[in-house]
């Protein structure tokens, strides 16, 4: 299947990546046991919706978000601009009338027309508050994605969340468990192997190689889609948890590293 273009909410979605990246020692076990169950169900083979989209919902709430605004500052154009820009970020068209904030003759805006615009624009946020998350998480999404040593971090600490519970994953989805305790290894779909490979830039991750896996000018190396976190140290099939090595590497990381590394290509280098 082609892989469908998408406006993508990167301004909003930065931010929320910031926050959830930022808050991530300290907010990584509560958000897991918020999300226990959406977490599990996500991780046991790879699903679009992953434990990092999870994670990211924790901390975006629109409604929240826009109720703090709207009541702490002492602004309405401030809550206007808020919502046009999320609006503008998640492409969605609405067509309620500019509010004319300098020409008003309510200075404090409390019995207005503008006042009467804004309100109906936080009733239609409101209303699309569930699509505006979604659509921020994912874009979230597309930021966390790129950065490996995070998502090594992030599958470290799930890892010792799966441990902690995998009898109570194993009660409820005994397929998806070995007899060790462990999840399953699971089939990669090809929008997977083909998100890792871009992301990874067609080169193994791991930093001491950095080998050309294209194939575009030689053939010689092999690729493979390896677990950051393994399986058999609680990793699990979350759709965040992989990385692109060559064969060489794969088989040198076996199943107790989780070698990854930062160093990526830049656009451009600063000397
Ligand atoms: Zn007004
Ligand atoms: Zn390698």
């Not at 409604?63 to 503008?88: A, G, M, P």
């Amino acid at each position: 299947m082609r892989l469908q273009e998408e406006h993508l909410a990167l301004s909003s979605g930065m931010g929320l990546a910031g926050l959830a990246v930022s808050n991530f020692w300290d907010y990584s076990s509560e958000a897991f046991s918020v999300f226990k169950d959406e977490i599990i169900a996500s991780v046991l083979k790879p699903t679009p919706m992953t434990a990092i989209h999870h994670y990211l919902y924790f901390f975006q709430d629109i409604e929240e978000e826009l109720d703090k605004i709207y009541k702490n500052v002492d602004n309405l154009q401030w809550t206007y601009d808020f919502i046009v820009r999320t609006l503008d970020g998640v492409n969605m068209k609405t067509d309620f009338p500019e509010p004319d904030f300098e020409g008003c003759s309510d200075k404090y805006h409390s019995d207005c027309e503008c006042k009467r615009i804004v309100e109906q624009l936080i009733e239609f946020v409101e209303e699309n508050q569930d699509e505006i998350d979604k659509k921020i998480v994912h874009s979230a999404f597309q930021f966390v994605f790129q950065d490996r040593q995070f998502l090594h971090d992030f599958h470290l600490q799930l890892a010792g969340f799966i441990e902690e519970n995998i009898g109570e994953i194993a009660e409820k989805y005994p397929d998806f468990v070995t007899p060790r305790g462990r999840i399953k290894r699971a089939y990669f779909p090809k929008w997977l192997t083909e998100a890792v490979f871009h992301r990874d830039k067609g080169t193994c991750s791991n930093p001491e190689c950095r080998c050309d896996l294209s194939h575009l000018i030689r053939r010689i190396n092999i690729k493979h889609i390896d677990h950051i976190v393994p399986l058999n140290l609680f990793g699990t099939n979350d759709a965040s948890n992989f990385q692109l090595l060559c064969e060489t590497c794969n088989t040198q990381k076996g199943d107790r590293s989780t070698m990854t590394g930062s160093v990526n290509t830049p656009w451009w280098n600063l000397d």
